[in-house]
Nanobody, 120 residues
């Protein structure tokens, strides 16, 4: 079994910054691409950013230049540094990871989500 635990959400004013963390634990042989997604009220879940095991990032156009995704492979952790936050960034942010377990299974794992609220 593999778990992702997010931390770092909360309330911030527009123009502010926040850092999210997501730590993976459990029966992990390897972690491939990890990423962050978000879901605003009444909207579908959307991709925010992903990062490969080799460290290559990919961003949604709406966050390019403001958000930075990074990972620490030794800690099985992915981060999302969010700067210049806007009210439209308000959403529940979910961590996702493509995992190969010690038993050789390929899994797509989601975290429980963390709420980010940006006030105007």
């Amino acid at each position: 079994q593999v778990q992702l635990v997010e931390s770092g959400g909360g309330l911030v004013q527009a123009g502010g910054f926040m850092r999210l963390s997501c730590a993976a634990s459990g029966s992990i042989f390897s972690l491939n691409t990890m990423g962050w997604y978000r879901q605003a009220p009444g909207k579908q879940r959307e991709l925010v950013a992903t990062i490969t095991s080799g460290g290559s990032p990919n961003y949604a156009n709406s966050v390019k230049g403001r958000f930075t995704i990074s990972r620490d492979n030794a800690k099985n952790t992915v981060y999302l540094q969010m700067n210049s936050l806007k009210p439209e960034d308000t959403a529940v942010y979910y961590c996702n990871a493509a995992v190969i377990t010690n038993a050789g299974r390929y899994l797509g794992v989601w975290g429980q989500g963390t709420l980010v609220t940006v006030s105007s």
